[in-house]
């Protein structure tokens, strides 16, 4: 008991101290200005608090590596040698503009923000096919958060486009505590079964009316036999409290809005007939599809979520999960630590942001184009000034694990004769080859770990690349399609060099790298295409494929 | 972990993580190695560190399907619930045991039993992941299996043999276990297709020498790579491959051939018996933990036909093991555990058999830091509760936690969350310690 008492107390500390700081929300009219372009605001609230601190950022990252970070951020994988030798020899003042505007436009973006929304949305089950046929047809058209949401807590079964949204809710229905948590955690950047272990002082000031007033929203939610969301009529939330007993929880949000449930007087009768359909619903696969309840929790939740004055939560979530998607951190990070103990980052950046997003229709593309665009973003992985700065200061930019899509799709880009890609300017051809990329990478996928919280690379992968077969047999074979069989047709070992330089690592080599190469390639003269393969090995088992720097 | 933490990130997190960093930038310019060192510091606490010194070891002896209490550790001759077998009296005084394990009964000393297990949850899948990790599910959290808690506290980052090993016997004990939220780097080596791990041998399609050299190369393009950039996925990354050869080289471990015809025959021709002879070898190459799973306890039918031919196996080869991890002086160092996701029903159903059972039953913990021959806990006289002393799959994880001297109250940070190693209100059972 002790234990129950103790987890409510903190989770509902969590949920207040967050209410506290975000109704101090500043909308202030000194914030820059509604039309300035992100990508200066993003700088220039980075760049106060460097000087602040008296800290001068890494230089802003060389071309190729803008390229390749660009390219892993905005397509999912490495750029193509084709891609990559454009981009360097382009004289373009705008290149950058460009490059960002054509990988946003390409069929890659929706794909790759389909597989990022998927392990952040449905990490506990994967590869939901539906689910996926979801977020592609809702990226493909940059579908706002706020209409995503709705269409994952309360979209229509009937609608084809919405029905494998409810995937979102189906999959947690038969665990409340999960639906809750996840939610509050994905959507609102809150997570209610945090600091259970926690005994904070503050903790005491805090009712339990609002941990279980979340889960009041979801209480009713359950799943019929022939997997259709549905809700009941009636039911309510009750827990214990040390100080008054028993209570019914109310439908009350986050920001401390409540909402109330029309009265409706129910005979016995009618209860006993509600109980008698839910039962029908949840055991006969011959059920009608169910009744829509007068009154839905789910819907009030979206609806409450969404207005004006109370999308704090909703908002600022969204702004700060793009951003931790990029620069590995949130704004407020951890990301689903949102309370007034854990300050953002750059308040007034986030409070801009967050207007931004909603005056825009959230719009989240845009949002991307900014923090893509922004000095912050581009800056060098490369620290040599002494101590790291703290990484909240965005001073450098920081080295993160590729997913496992990013790596298989970036190792097939890497091992394919780079000669038989598709020029880029055959947009049509593309989205088929990149699609079928994707397939076959789903295989490799399932083979490395989706990288969290200190992220370390296992040594399975290790062995996997050493001493596995169907790594030699995909990715280094010396057929026509593959890099090795492309190397050996060159004679030269200076154009060799560079070709697997640029294939792998979208650069050339430095005079370091060609000369080790070089070195392996004399040592190993016996039998040419034997020392091309480990060579190639060597580059695709390095880190600098592994990661995004 | 990161800097946000502001809930349990203690003082001396934070000067570590300092030091972890600078030190890291330094070792970029010189030699990689310091990188790695450092890192090593960071992740364990000073405690965890003054473990590793100690070499401290697991075994632990997966019951899959739940073995029946009343047939192994706490037998109740005479009631209605204790069926055919006679209790015997054990080398511990006034400690009787079935009379199925005649052979651990006279090892008794070595050996302290738990017999309060109340652990609630009767369900195959509920109960294998509440033994396993020591606590019920969260929703939100991943939680370690006790192979990767162990692998994490007693493992030594450079190690050139695996941190946890988990060897399969047959389709029920086939759990692959998790390391949750630690990540991969402490998953188990799982065998599951044979006796050998996987990706061990070197293909036969590459020469010894090109295996070692395209290495090289590999390790030379890595380093020029790390250069100026500080970050623990890179660490972590050129860690694994600088463990590879020494993985590689750890195949003999799984191979008994290499012990003595008279060792083998020891440990008996079951593959229970072998697969206890590959974990002695495993400990004494310094693996922290191995999980030997041995299936086919789910009694429903026929428990009494089935207990006399598993306790035969299991009495004979966990005496073979202690025998022999006495005699090598490892006893001392390597706790071995018996236990699985719960036990079996004082009730005998219709087809004899017994059912599952979570809320009155047995664990036994032998060797490293066990008082031998004690044992804790009483279940009423036909077994139906716990009488006294009543344990939680929590006290049991703090109790082998303490013994292997780990502090069981120390805290992972994920995210802003404290997690205890060993559940929240969780306590060591003093009594079985030594």
Redesign the interface.
Known sequence: M??TV?LSWTSLWLFSTCFAWLTSLSLAADLPPTDAPIEQVIDQFVNARLMTEKITPAPQADDHNLLRRLSLDLAGRIPTTAEAQAFAASTSPTKRVELVDRLLASPDFPLHQRNELDQLLLAHKPNDGEFRKYLLWATQQNRPWDAMFRDMLVGIETDENQKGALTFVKSRAR?L??L???TA?LFFGV?V??????DHPLATDWKQDHFYGMTAFFSRTYLTKKNLLAEKQVGEVKFSTKKDGQKQAAFLFLTGATISEPTVERTKEQLKEFDEVVKKQTQDDNASPPEKPGFSPREKLVEVALRAEDNRFFARNCVNRIWAQFFS?GIV??V??MHS??AP?HPELLDWLTRDLVAHGYDMKRLIRGIVLSQTYSRS????A???P???LYAVA????LTPRQYALSLFIAAINPTQWLAADQPDKWTQRREQLENEANGWANMF?V??????????????F????RI?DEFLRDSGDRLVGYLKTLSDDSAMIDAAFWSVNSRSP?D??RA??KE?LQ??AADRV?ALR??V???L????L??S? | ????????GSADHGVSR?GF??AA?LGTAGTFAADMTQLDVWRHSAWAEDVKKKDKRVILLWLAGGASQFETWDPKPGRPTGGPFRAIQTASSGVQISELMPKMAARMQTTAIVRSLNTKNGDHGGGSSLMETGRRK????EYPDLGALCAKELGRIDSAV?DYVSLYSSTEGRRKGTSG?L???Y?P?FLSENMVP??????E??SDI??Q???A??D???K???????????G??????Q??RG??ASEKLFDITQETEAMRAKYGPTQFGQQCLIARRLVEAGVPFVKVARAWWDSHGQNFETHRELCADLDHSMSALLDDLKERGLLEHTLVLTFGEFGRTPQINPSLGRDHFAAAWSASLSGCGMHGGACYGKTEPDGHTVAEGEASAGDLFATILAALGIDPLK?YT???????LSD??SKPIKEVLA
């Open positions: 002790r234990k103790r665990e505590d999960d809750t948590n996840d955690s997570n079964s945090c600091a259970k272990c926690h951190r990070d951890p689903d630590q103990a854990n980052s992985s490369e620290w040599t002494g101590e790291l703290s990484a909240a920081k080295v993160k694990p770990e990288p969290g919280e200190g992220f370390q690379v296992a040594v399975d992968e290790a062995l996997l050493t001493n596995n077969k030699e430095r370091d790298e080790a190469l392996y040592k190993h034997v480990q060579i090995w060597a580059l088992a390095s880190p600098e592994r990661v720097y | 972990m990161t800097p946000g933490s502001f809930f349990c300092r960093l600078s930038a969260d929703p939100g959290i695996p939220f990540g991969a780097r998953a080596m996987e990706n061990v041998r070197r293909l399609t590459i090109d295996h050299d395209r290495a190369l590999r030379l393009l890595a020029r790579f790390a250069q100026n950039r500080t970050s623990d996925v890179i972590s990354h050129s860690n694994a491959y463990r590879v993985l590689m805290e994920l995210g802003a969350r404290p997690i205890p929240f209100g």
